[in-house]
């Protein structure tokens, strides 16, 4: 039997997860509510929160898969990327437990757990599998070969998917994080109201600044007209804004799935949360006989299962580290 713990610190969620045998038993994700407030993540308050929430998040995490301590074979901790203050407390914490119970110590890439979450349950996609995983720091087309054998083909040039929905929410006055905000509003909205512009660059890139900045100027010009023009407009201003996103995306995918020629197609991220990607994805699939794979929303925002079931996969292989292993704010993936 191998029982390993994960840990999730990258950015702004204090995650433990208890995987036994590969099937994910206990998910524990504290959020860090302070961020609203200040429009964004906090480096500096992220990691002070960190550092509260960790052990409370752990000891629950253990207690709800109803083991002790003692029962821990290995440790699986995020090594980035991230924000570093975040993932030094993340990395601590798994390095001084790993010390004292004499286990296994095993770095994960944060990319890659975003990606091997499609491994916690059924249906589970075949390699070679292409992800598109897009979160508020990442946008990427990867061709998964194998679990830690994965090809970057396509990334941003510029904003993440994420930050594009997070930084049009703040030029319609909606709090942080918006990109579940607009999600909402889009499903009342008319994704046609707007003309917003698909960006025009080459191979299997993205880049969402131009999209931002058109939405900056429709929205000083409107208001110019009509101060109440938000107000009037919002559900049609969020279902285009969500409509564009989710085009530029997919656009990129199919082309992607058209020069691979892979037919598995998955998404991972908190992006992948969103109703209209998940919708348009669907069909997309069906009219281009792909098989099609989603996460469960639990494990497309940043959570410890993903750290732990790669984890897992790493135990299998004896892949473990030292103890003087350092996280990077920097990773491939
Ligand atoms: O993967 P994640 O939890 O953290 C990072 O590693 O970045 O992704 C967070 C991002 C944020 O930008 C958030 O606005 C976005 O995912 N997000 C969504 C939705 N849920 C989360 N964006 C659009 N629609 C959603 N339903
Ligand atoms: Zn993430």
């Given at each position: 039997m191998a029982v390993i713990l994960g840990i999730e610190s990258s950015c702004d969620e204090t995650s433990a997860s208890i995987c036994i045998d590969g099937e994910i038993r206990s998910n524990i994700i504290a959020t860090q509510a302070i961020h609203a407030k200040y429009g964004g993540v906090v480096p500096e308050l992220a990691s002070r929160a960190h550092q509260q929430n960790i052990i409370p998040t752990v000891d629950q995490a253990i207690q709800q898969a109803k083991i002790t301590k003692n029962d821990v074979d290995a440790v699986a901790f995020t090594r980035g990327p991230g924000l570093l203050g975040s993932l030094l407390v993340g990395t601590s914490f798994?390095?001084?437990?790993?010390?004292?119970?004499?286990?296994?110590?095993?770095?994960?890439?944060?990319m890659q757990a975003h990606i091997l979450a499609h491994f916690i349950d059924e249906p589970k996609p075949n390699f070679p599998f292409l992800c598109l995983t897009v979160s508020g720091g990442h946008?990427?087309?990867?061709?998964?070969?194998?679990?830690?054998?994965?090809e970057l083909i396509g990334q941003t040039l510029d904003d993440a998917a994420g930050e594009a929905f997070d930084k049009t929410a703040k030029i319609l006055n909606l709090?942080?994080?918006?990109?579940?905000?607009?999600?909402?509003?889009?499903?009342?909205?008319?994704?046609?109201?707007?003309?917003?512009?698909?960006?025009?660059?080459?191979?299997?890139?993205?880049?969402?600044?131009?999209?931002?900045?058109a939405i900056l100027y429709l929205v000083q010009g409107e208001l110019k007209k009509n101060p109440s023009f938000l107000d009037d407009h919002l559900y049609d201003?969020?279902?285009?804004?969500?409509?564009?996103?989710?085009?530029?995306?997919?656009?990129?995918?199919?082309?992607?799935?058209?020069?691979?020629?892979?037919?598995?197609?998955?998404?991972?991220?908190?992006?992948?949360?969103?109703?209209?990607?998940?919708?348009?994805?669907?069909?997309?699939?069906?009219?281009?006989?792909?098989?099609?794979?989603?996460?469960?929303?639990?494990?497309?925002?940043?959570?410890?299962?993903?750290?732990a079931i790669a984890g897992y996969h790493k135990y299998l292989k004896g892949e473990f580290v030292e103890q003087d292993i350092a996280p990077l704010a920097r990773l491939n993936v």
């Open positions: 798994a390095k001084s437990f790993a010390l004292a119970r004499q286990i296994p110590l095993i770095e994960v890439n944060h946008t990427q087309i990867v061709l998964v070969k194998d679990y830690f054998d994965m709090p942080y994080p918006g990109g579940p905000l607009i999600d909402k509003y889009a499903q009342q909205g008319d994704s046609k109201a707007f003309a917003l512009p698909e960006p025009n660059i080459p191979d299997l890139n993205f880049s969402f600044s131009g999209l931002k900045t201003l969020c279902a285009s804004v969500q409509d564009r996103i989710v085009s530029i995306l997919l656009n990129k995918l199919r082309k992607a799935a058209k020069i691979t020629g892979v037919k598995d197609v998955a998404i991972a991220g908190g992006v992948s949360a969103n109703s209209g990607l998940r919708k348009s994805l669907y069909e997309m699939g069906e009219k281009y006989k792909w098989k099609v794979f989603i996460p469960k929303f639990e494990y497309c925002t940043d959570n410890a299962a993903m750290i």
